[in-house]
Each structure stands twice: as C-alpha cells, then as structure tokens.
C-alpha cells in the first residue's frame, strides 16, 4: 500500500509546526517535527556540557543517546530522550540556536536520517524541517517552502512564548531569528533552500486559517 509524504520546509518561527500538526490531524497523517528532534540531540548534549561546535565531543556522545518518537491520544508528538520525556524542555531559544549548530554536523544528520525516514516508508506524513524536500525525503510527493518576513516571525515566536509564559522580548527574538536564519542557509552539510519542485507559500498576511485553506489546496493539486 503506498503511503504519501509531504515535506514543508522554511525558516525559524515560519508557522511550520502549527500548521503541519492541523493538517496531519485533518488528513489523518503522522505528523513529525524533525526541529524537535534535533532540539532533543540539543538538549543532551547541553546536558553533558558538550558544546555544539565541538565536533569531536559530538561524535563521542552521540553514541549514549537514543530518541524515540511517540504519540499520546490526541496526536501531539512526544520526543523520548534515553526514556525520558523531554517534549517540554527543549523548547528554549537556547536550545533552539543550539540544535541549529547541532544539526550541521554531518554525524548527527546521519544517525537521524534513517530514523526520519523510516517513519515515512511505514506511514502517511507530514515532517517540517529545514531540508526534508531537499534531503530527507527528496521524493515527497508534495513539497512546500513555508516562509515569512523575519518582523512576522519574530511577532509570532514572541507572542507564542509569551503565551507559555516564558520571557521573550521582541528585539532580541528577531536578533535571534536572522541569527538562525544565517546559521541555516550556511551550513555546509543540508542548508536551508527551496527544493527545485517545492511551492513557496509567504504567510506574512496569512493567518492561521487562510496558510491551512493554501496549503490544502496545494496539496489536493498534487495528490489527486
């Protein structure tokens, strides 16, 4: 039975997440945050102490690791860290800039690979990353390259850990932001770019509504 991927790639604070796990939860497909499980790699090596430049350190510790994927009853993803649910603590700017530079190292890329794509042999998805169209799952049947200005994006990451309640402050998000953007569009191994045959879907006057009714309309195009 054939299963269909779709892959939707962009920046830092795109709305990719948001709007991945709605339409995973519409059409019936698995939804799987790849940024989530590079947070994971993140935050275990923070753990250690180990800096995410250090590539030698990398490589030693990556070996103790072990992540796991799992869904409890309403769909949301949980990131299982050496049996441990660590869902909620990786979701730090900290983290978040870490597992950007943890994420261009090519052993780490490496040991997730195969993981990342054996979910999407077993099952109908949707995975939002920086290179899924491009480099984890080239052949996906749809591909869409969600972006936003990095003012929007900003607004968006600061309102949402402001809801968590969690400091944010707007000037330093968008710092933070093109800091990300520069760091994923210039790693040597899997940057951040459009694939070839991915639509680009700009949400900067879209909101949450209005990117689901353009996306799904992508999708119906392509999956008939």
Request: hydrophobic share 40%.
């Amino acid at each position: 039975m054939k299963t269909y991927s779709i892959a939707i790639d962009g920046p830092a604070g795109a709305g990719k997440s948001t709007i991945a796990k709605a339409l995973a939860k519409e059409l019936g497909y698995h939804y799987v945050d790849t940024g989530a499980i590079y947070r994971t790699v993140a935050y275990f090596l923070d753990l250690w102490g180990v800096s995410p430049k250090d590539v030698d350190a990398v490589e030693r510790y990556i070996d103790e690791l072990t992540i796991q994927i799992a869904y409890d009853e309403t769909g949301k993803q949980h990131m299982i860290m050496n049996g441990m649910d660590v869902t909620d603590d990786i979701r730090t700017q900290d983290i978040s800039q870490k597992a950007s530079l943890v994420s261009a190292h090519k052993v780490v890329r490496d040991v997730l690979l195969d993981m990342q794509r054996g979910v999407a042999q077993e099952h109908n998805v949707i995975m939002d990353g920086r290179d899924i169209g491009t480099v984890v799952l080239p052949n996906a049947d749809v591909k869409i390259f969600l972006t936003a200005s990095a003012e929007v994006r900003a607004k968006r990451r600061t309102d949402e850990l402001l809801a968590k309640g969690q400091q944010a402050d707007f000037a330093q998000t968008l710092k933070d932001i093109q800091q990300r953007d520069y760091q994923d569009t210039h790693r040597p191994i899997a940057p951040l770019k459009q694939a070839a045959d991915a639509v680009l879907l700009d949400t900067s006057e879209l909101d949450i509504p209005g990117v689901l009714a353009a996306m799904k309309k992508i999708i119906q195009e392509k999956i008939s």
